[in-house]
């Protein structure tokens, strides 16, 4: 028997697919695909929050862009006074440096949002002529790696 995949609730391997408690042989499925299902309240606040994330992770270097330009334009206008100028921008660069670190946390969630998607997915398989939902996640990481568990369980069986 070979394991493809094995988590809490579902165990795919050569013989069987469990998921939830739910037992198919796989001689008896005949076919798997997957589907997008309803987009969920979760779902949708969890793509505004992305949306939100970003924006908030935007605008404090293009408010220091611009705040650089226009102290460069208005030390250009005195032709000469650059120290208020080079203060200004040094102060920016330090400010940077300083600030970098602390982005690991908004980008960590920004990377776990992605990872967890924004829509759900169904995995569905003909078993005994019968088309049945076996899985549904919003998980796309680990959605992709049980669906293809699943073909390459049914794809070797056929190979038999």
């Known amino acids: 028997m070979t394991l493809y995949y094995q988590d809490d609730t579902v165990q795919v391997t050569s013989e069987s697919i469990q998921v939830e408690g739910l037992t198919l042989w796989l001689a008896d499925v005949s076919y798997v695909w997957h589907a997008r299902g309803r987009t969920t309240a979760a779902q949708r606040s969890r793509k505004l929050g992305r949306g939100v994330l970003v924006l908030l992770l935007s605008l404090p270097p293009l408010v220091a862009v611009v705040c650089v330009v226009s102290v ?12 208020v100028a080079l203060i200004v921008i040094a102060a920016f ?8 670190p602390f982005l690991e946390l ?3 969630w920004l990377d776990r949002s992605y990872e967890r998607g924004d829509r759900v997915h169904e995995l569905w398989v003909r078993h005994l002529g019968h088309d049945i939902l076996l899985l549904s996640s919003s998980d796309a990481l ?6 293809r568990a699943v073909q390459r369980a049914v794809e070797q069986r056929g190979d038999r």
């Open 72 to 83: 460069l334009g208005a030390a250009a206008q005195d032709r000469g006074d650059w120290t």
């Open 93 to 100: 660069a330090v400010g940077a440096l300083v600030l970098a």
């Open 142 to 147: 680990r959605f992709g790696q049980i669906y």
């Open 106 to 108: 908004p980008l960590g």
